[in-house]
């Protein structure tokens, strides 16, 4: 699986927006970009994934670059709850199963009241 | 909602103790994995299984070993644990697609004395 590259820390105050960034230079044309967090104490939770297009689900959003080299998940309206160190991944879709996610050390978002 | 469940959340052992940490999910998933978790060392697949009796090593399988006797139900055995197994252990759960979730347990944070 190819390489990612995120800040170690970010840090957000309540209510406000959050954008955290990820690097996929050597991403390829099959590769699928995901998101995990993990908060403390506890595995990690899927968040949100895409391939070309921008994604939005009931956690987050998804942008990714036109040339796919770079993505960015972007949390609304940031709560005290998404502090928490996020993933970004990038999974190959072979056919059938894709077996291991390779975790990073991700970003550890710190939220200010 | 898809649950994954581990046997203990802490667990203190001897050296040369065996030790036995099961994962059991509710969802009817084909591929189970254990991965553990040290700090700055992210988390590493030790092994997995896509199915019912079969296992492939991940990249850290020396010191332990498998058993899916049934689908829900994936246990990693440390033969004879070591004071360098202490660790956080994490299981999770998937079924085969394009997407692939991956649905983690609590996790078990073991120390080997």
């Known amino acids: 699986d190819a390489k990612t590259t995120q800040p170690n820390s970010m840090e957000s105050n309540e209510e406000e927006p959050v954008h955290l960034p990820c690097n996929h230079s050597t991403i390829s044309g099959t590769d699928y970009i995901h998101w995990y967090r993990q908060l403390p104490s506890q595995g990690p939770e899927y968040v949100i994934h895409?391939?070309?297009s921008n994604v939005n689900n009931r956690m987050a959003s998804l942008a990714i670059a036109e040339d796919r080299k770079s993505s960015t998940l972007i949390l609304h309206r940031a709560t005290l709850r998404d502090a928490a160190v996020y993933y970004c991944?990038?999974?190959?879709?072979?056919?059938?199963?894709?077996?291991?996610?390779?975790f990073g050390k991700g970003t550890k978002l710190s939220v200010k009241p | 909602d898809v649950k994954v469940t581990q046997s203990s959340r802490y667990l203190v052992k001897r050296t040369g103790e065996k030790v036995f940490l099961e994962c059991v999910q509710d969802m009817d998933h084909e591929n189970m994995f254990w991965y553990r978790q040290d700090p700055g060392l992210g988390l590493r697949l030790i092994y997995f299984s896509y199915d019912v009796k079969m296992k492939e090593k991940g990249d850290i399988p020396e010191g332990y070993s498998v058993s899916r006797e049934k689908k829900e139900r994936f246990s990693l055995i440390l033969e004879s644990a070591s004071t360098n197994q202490t660790s956080m252990y994490l299981c999770a759960s998937s079924f085969p697609s394009v997407q692939e979730t991956q649905y983690f347990g609590p996790g078990t944070r073991l120390l080997v004395l």
């Open positions: 895409g391939l070309t």
């Open positions: 991944i990038l999974r190959r879709y072979y056919g059938g199963s894709q077996g291991n996610l390779i």
